[in-house]
Nanobody, 124 residues
Framework: RLVESGGGSVPAGDSLRLSCAASGGTFTEYSVAWFRQVPGKDRSIVSMITWAGSRTYYADSVKGRFTISRDDAKSTVYLQMSSLEPEDTAVYYC???????????????????WGQGTQVTVSS
């Protein structure tokens, strides 16, 4: 089970750090991704990190502003979000997929374990 935390309401330009913790297990051999979803739209990839952190992926809209990292000792993946914009407002979900490959999985259907989501609201 995945548990997200760290969401909140902030003004544009601020920062937030989201956490995705594995409850009752470990992340060691999992690729983990952050997706976000706004009402009426499909869940879209924000960022992902392969097992052991060998590769990362960022959506164009967040490149240079967001950083994904993982601490396998804590079974936690982080998403550091900086220079937040109103367009970043969404529910953020983390997803996990067992994989020991270096493939950067970016599709929602690639992931079979999900958290409950955490709301991020950025005001202008």
């Amino acid at each position: 089970r995945l548990v997200e935390s760290g969401g909140g309401s902030v003004p544009a330009g601020d920062s937030l750090r989201l956490s995705c913790a594995a409850s009752g297990g470990t992340f060691t051999e999992y690729s983990v991704a952050w997706f976000r979803q706004v009402p009426g739209k499909d869940r879209s990839i924000v960022s992902m990190i392969t097992w052991a952190g060998s590769r990362t992926y960022y959506a164009d809209s967040v490149k240079g502003r967001f950083t994904i990292s993982r601490d396998d000792a804590k079974s936690t993946v982080y998403l550091q979000m900086s220079s937040l914009e109103p367009e970043d407002t969404a529910v953020y979900y983390c997803g996990a997929k067992w994989s020991r490959s270096g493939v950067t999985f970016t599709r929602r259907l690639d992931y079979n374990i999900w958290g409950q989501g955490t709301q991020v609201t950025v005001s202008s």
